[in-house]
């Protein structure tokens, strides 16, 4: 893997070769170049992958557009954070299981003052979930499921039967993105980080609180009518973000953006 952006001395000169360069940087690197700033405030990271021709996903997964690489940084990803959102429809097309204790992280974690491994929080109107799954029963840690004050209270007590923490982040049956965010820096969890699926996404998107865009870009086509990354209804004014870093490797591009 090299580093395209910003520009340093291991970036690749006119004849491609880079001095040094690795073809699969460390665990250490890794961390290094995706650590979360350090704020005051939660911090939400959204990481997502798209094919070349915008595609959030192929036959309704993202796996076939990724990569080994891809799957690395996503468990730098995961491993880094205090918790992992993600919406109740990914949690039931992508099969979500707890997040596994890492133990090359396990002493990071715990100098971070972080669990062993991240919470999965799941955001759910409906609480339409299978909550015999392993997600709910037999986490390291605890998973929170965020819903509207209006949620059907027979289904919250289904949900905290099976061991889940449900929080209330909305006044009517949905979710509000801000109020979501702040419910989980009340609990303790500051490094936030989404994997979406796009609707979630989008939601967060139009509600102003994405802070950083960690995008994968697959060199890939796939045409067909598959969702973007963010979906839902178009914000007012296109947000602008900045890039922070490129990375490249088998011609995968794995980028951050911050909002400016």
């Known amino acids: 893997m090299r580093q395209l952006f910003p520009v340093t001395d291991q970036t690749p000169d006119a004849e491609g070769t880079a001095p040094g360069a690795s073809t699969q940087w460390s665990l250490d690197e890794l961390v290094e170049a995706y650590a979360y700033p350090r704020t005051d405030g939660p911090w939400l990271r959204a990481n997502m992958v798209s094919s070349l021709d915008g ?27 205090d918790v992992v959102v993600v919406g109740a429809e ?3 097309l992508e099969g979500y299981r707890p ?5 090359d992280f396990a002493a990071r974690r715990k ?75 009340d609990l ?9 699926g796009p609707r979630l996404l989008g939601q967060f998107v139009a509600a102003g609180v994405l802070d950083e865009l960690c995008l994968t870009v697959s060199p890939t086509l ?26 490249e490797d088998a011609g995968f591009l794995y980028t951050r953006y911050r909002r400016i």
């Open 111 to 185: 100098a971070a003052g972080q669990g062993p491994a991240p919470v999965i929080a799941v955001v759910t109107a409906s609480l339409d979930l299978d909550f015999s799954l392993p997600l709910f029963t037999s986490p390291l840690v605890p998973t929170v499921v965020l819903t509207g004050a209006a949620a059907d209270p027979d289904r919250v007590r289904e949900a905290e039967r099976a061991g889940a923490q449900v929080v209330v982040a909305g006044d009517g049956p949905g979710v509000e993105p801000r109020r979501a965010v702040q419910a989980l820096a």
């Open 55 to 81: 595609a959030g996903q192929h036959d309704g997964r993202s796996q076939p557009l990724s990569s080994e690489t891809d799957m690395r940084i996503f468990g730098t990803l995961r491993a880094l954070a």
């Open 99 to 103: 997040a596994k204790a890492r133990a």
């Open 222 to 247: 796939t045409a067909g009518d598959a969702q973007r990354i963010a979906g839902g209804p178009a914000v007012q004014v296109p947000q602008r973000f900045a890039p922070t870093s490129v990375l």
């Open 188 to 196: 303790g969890h500051r490094r936030l980080l989404t994997e979406g």
């Open 90 to 92: 990914t949690v039931r």
